[in-house]
């Protein structure tokens, strides 16, 4: 296991724990879902800046412990 993977383990663990309904129903606003989705459309066309593959690297890295966040959630609520 990576450093950056027992962070993630960790973090995505404390944040399902504070309020696991809560997490689980977490959803990104419509205006940054649409940001994310046309940095996605850039990345294909090959046209991002270095700012913009910087941001799309970090949505990705948040999107990774959420998604750990709310699988955790479901385990706890299941228990």
Do not use: C, W
């Amino acid at each position: 296991m990576t450093k950056e993977s027992f962070i993630y383990d960790e973090l995505s663990d404390f944040i399902a724990k504070m309020n696991p309904k809560k997490v689980i129903n977490f959803k990104a606003s419509a205006a940054n879902q649409q940001k994310v989705d046309a940095l996605f459309a850039k990345q294909k066309e090959e046209t991002l800046s270095a700012e913009e593959k910087s941001e799309l690297e970090h949505y990705l890295v948040i999107n990774r412990i959420i998604g750990l966040a709310k699988a955790r959630a479901i385990k706890i609520t299941e228990a």
